[in-house]
């Protein structure tokens, strides 16, 4: 290979045949396999493989993406979804989730990792579809069905660091600094001598997904860990990529990022020195409301546990916008004016918040029925875009933990020694499971045959009636909100932008029955649903089924439960 003076080497090969498997030999005679990967048939440490893209027909050429604002995300792991954990046996759930009221599935990262079993945030080969779910051709059958079902599929990308086993970049180039570290290990070079191929790398590799496998949104890990204090920031030349591609290829294309600085320029446009993404997960929407269900105080929820934080969090997108956080013992965050709703992606549950606790306990496990629905109710109707984790509209009562298939004696007993490190600002109780056993990658399976027993078949009715309402309210539009609040409580008028239709929704997170006083719009209002009412398995409410208002009212909730009303503009009959 011949190198070009800009730390490239290239040559070109006739007649490689299909599929093909190399190494790349380096002057000591060691042959190592390609970073940028498409294929990893035999694993981390085995010969790469040519892929041919154009050997899959594509039948999606009339699908346009979707809006951020009619969006529902459902995150899920291809591996533990279903039995045989493969991105074609994902296909036969694609109606349900469609007909449920789901529009994007989100794929936890996909990217070639260590064995068979992984969250994937240890990838090393970041273009490669890994193995075990069924490669490059798997991956484009499944895209290109949740297509033709109407649904966008979105992929969870690593950018902020690389994993250990399995790991060729030093071998490569400058992929790594050390003027930085991650938690997860040592931070991309991406404003040091020689950054700009590595940064190049890391956007094709955006380019790469968007483009041959049609995905319609990424979601963008630990944007705070990724370190550059360039005039151009990694993420706006990112951004400024994806948009130039969505605009050559005619659809709708998203960035998402997670991120734990609540700083608002990640989400405001270059004109205003942002860098453009187009939404942010929002941790004190879980935050604030997880604190408020299960009373726990401990790590970051010592920063929350008041209505009023959710209150706050619901009007602006984010809670801590430069106020003193005592976890934090510092300032955090700054203010989110001028954002739209649809900037921000809030959820009650997610693969961060249920498998990093000790034993993976998902909120069913953790809370009542009654304040399940709450939950559910509370996140679908946000004017925010909501994210279902996996198998929550039911009820699922399995686990989600954390789980490796590493190689390395060494590194499998580093992982365990810093899980343990995790938990000891929680003070939870109990013994996280290992992550190397297989067992805990099997318990984390989803029982899908729960959907047909009680009380999850319910539970899973009232995910479906809140997502239609909410369908019904936004369809692809902003919404004018109001919010008021007390001690126990609190209460949302949403006025659907493209429908003018109105919806009020009130919320009691009290342990008693109360009487809540809540102020609405003059008309007369329908209810649409309460949780508490025996057809949702409640123990039976009082709200009446119309209500003429001409200011404030009075409403007799049951504890933790939530009523919501549609206005209509005739007279009561």
């Known amino acids: 290979m011949r190198q070009n003076g800009l730390g490239y080497y290239a040559t070109e090969i006739d007649k490689i045949e299909p599929d093909a498997r190399y190494f790349y030999r380096v002057e000591d005679g060691r042959e190592l396999p390609d970073p940028a990967s498409r294929f990893q048939p035999k694993g981390v440490h085995g010969p790469s493989q040519i892929v041919d893209f154009r050997q899959f027909e594509w039948t999606d050429s009339a699908w346009k993406g979707r809006s951020l604002a009619g969006s529902v995300f459902y995150e899920l792991h291809v591996g533990t979804y279903t039995p045989e954990g493969s991105f074609e046996a994902l296909i036969s759930h694609l109606p349900a989730l469609s007909d449920l009221g789901i529009t994007t599935i989100e794929l936890m990262p996909i990217g070639q990792f260590p064995g068979s079993r992984n969250w994937g945030y240890d990838g090393v080969y970041p273009f490669a579809p890994h193995m075990s779910y069924g490669g490059p051709h798997g991956l484009q059958k499944f895209v290109d069905a949740a297509h033709a079902q109407g649904l966008a599929v979105a992929l969870d990308v690593v950018y902020n660091h690389v994993g250990p086993e399995g790991n060729y970049f030093s071998e490569y180039g400058p992929y790594f600094t050390d003027k930085y570290r991650t ?89 205003c020195d942002g860098y453009g993404l187009h939404a942010q997960w929002s941790d004190d929407f879980h935050h604030s409301l997880h604190s408020l269900l299960t009373g726990e105080k401990g790590g970051y929820y010592r920063d929350f546990g008041e209505v009023h934080h959710l209150a706050e969090t619901l009007k602006n997108g984010w809670y801590y916008a430069g106020q003193y956080s005592n976890f934090r013992r510092r300032s955090h965050g700054n203010s989110t004016q001028g954002l739209k709703h649809s900037n921000f992606v809030v959820y009650n549950q997610n693969h961060d918040q249920v498998g990093n606790r000790p034993g993976g306990e998902r909120l069913s496990q953790l809370v009542n029925f009654e304040r399940l629905k709450l939950s559910a109710g509370i996140t679908l109707l946000s004017p925010f875009a909501p994210l279902l984790f996996m198998g929550e509209e039911y009820g699922e009562s399995a686990p989600f933990q954390y789980f490796t298939s590493h190689g390395d004696p060494a590194l499998i007993e580093s992982v365990r020694r810093g899980r343990r490190e995790e938990f000891s600002a929680f003070a939870w109780q109990g013994k996280a499971p290992d992550p190397q056993d297989e067992l805990t990658f ?31 309210c936004l369809v692809d539009g902003e919404v004018c909100l109001q919010v008021t609040e007390d001690e126990h409580s609190l209460a949302l008028v ?64 049951q504890a933790q439960s939530f009523v919501v009303f549609e206005l209509f503009n005739s007279a009561l009959e």
């Not at 994806?242 to 294309?253: E, F, K, N, P, T």
């Not at 318990?443 to 909410?470: A, C, F, G, W």
Request: charged share 25%; net charge negative; hydrophobic share 40%.
């Open 183 to 271: 938690p997860w290990g040592k931070a991309l070079n991406f404003d040091g001598p020689d950054s700009g191929p590595v940064r190049c790398f890391f956007i094709e590799n955006a380019i790469y997904w968007l483009e041959n496998y049609h995905f319609d949104a990424l979601r963008l890990d630990a944007v705070h860990a990724i370190y550059d204090f360039g005039a151009l920031h990694f993420l706006a030349d990112l951004g400024q990529a994806v948009q130039c591609l969505a605009i050559r290829l005619g659809r709708q294309i998203h960035l998402i990022a997670e991120s734990d600085l609540n700083d608002a320029r990640i989400l405001r446009s270059p004109a």
């Open 442 to 472: 099997v318990e984390s399976k989803l029982n899908h045959h729960l959907r047909e027993q009680e009380p999850h078949r319910t539970l899973q009715l009232v995910y479906k009636e809140l997502l239609r309402i909410r369908r019904d």
């Open 494 to 557: 949403l006025v659907g932008s493209a429908t003018s239709k109105s919806i009020a929704a009130v919320f009691h997170f009290g342990d008693a029955p109360a009487l809540c006083c809540v102020t609405l719009p003059k008309g007369i209002w329908s209810k649409k649903i309460d949780s508490a009412d025996s057809q949702w398995l409640g123990p039976g409410g009082s709200v009446p089924a119309k209500m003429e208002v001409e200011d404030a009212c009075q409403l007799e909730l």
